[in-house]
């Protein structure tokens, strides 16, 4: 049986974060129940693509925490009806720390929620506030606590490289992280995105981004510090034996997966085509598809899937696996890269290529961005 793994983003928020540039929409009082349209998208999507297996499925955001654990369990129910959910499937929810308490948390886990991804981002109260967070350390400590007691599989995001964040900083947020023996970590470098508080300051000149050598000490840092306790399976992800995150894994693979709700994307394959989908940002529109019956679908061109496959899949640490990268874009490797440029980079190590698969060295991997500039065509 085919499958697709399920992502369902919920827009609102509390407070807008100052660097975020996900599409959510500061809701301080009464959050919108949207779960009838879940669900009547997921059967839309049932029809047109029939019964799949489902190895899993992702409540994002925004700040999917702000649900009802019932909205959880009525959605989560629906998918069972309509499709394969496979035994072990994976079921993650998105948690700010300031929207649950202990007896939420035990409501989401008996609805079906198996995974927790919590978004700390700093046991800095002042980094904290810089960053825009409605939470303080302690919240975060709190709640970590809690969710212990119900889920065993935990991922805690944190960011670093900040404007003016030191390297001592950063090493004693570092063993703070350590010492919640967590079995997965999501530790992302800043990136000042434009469309947020924090890129109008820059360019008011009110703010300037951490120096990039700081910012690359403190990557390589990262990486030796935790090395005895966690693979490092991707460039920003970190995890403990058995609990590499397999929703983000089948991303980076290229495997299929639908998005349902306010701008959510999917990709999916289907004989010789590959369909992506792109949910409109505005509610209102959003709202009108699903009650028309209309899936706003299209075809995407072979090389723009590859091209997407060939970003995601060198963020792992294995690299690409160029059969089934074949297979998930329809479109050979060579016919997207820059066969001069990516000769010259393997004969330098920054690439390594064996058993079929191509990946980035460990000097490679420091510059990643870069590589990807320079091969894509």
Known sequence: MKKFSIYLHFPFCLKKCNYCDFLSFPCPFEIEDLTDYYLKELDLYFHKFGKRSVPSIYFGGGTPSLMKPVWVERILKKIYDLFDVIDNVEITLEVNPKTVDGKKLYEFFRAGVNRLSVGIQSFDDEELAFLGRVHNSLDAFHILDMAN???????ADFIYALPNQSFEKWQNNLEKIKALSLPHLSLYQLIIEPKTYLYSLCKKGKLKPICEDIALKMFKYTNSYLKSSFSHYEVSNYAQKGFESF???NYWNGGDYIGIGLGAVGRILEGNHIFAVENPKNIVDWKLNIDRGCLPIKTLTKKSRARELLIMGLRKKSGINLCEFKKNSL???NDIV??????KLLDEKFLIYSNNHIRLSVKGFYLLDAIIREIIK
Do not use: G, Q
């Not at 119900?150 to 991922?155: M, S, V």
């Not at 820059?338 to 000769?343: E, P, R």
């Open 247 to 249: 929703h983000n894994l």
């Open 331 to 333: 479109c050979d490797f």
């Open 338 to 343: 820059d066969n001069v440029k990516l000769k």
């Open 149 to 155: 007691k119900y889920f065993k599989n935990i991922n």
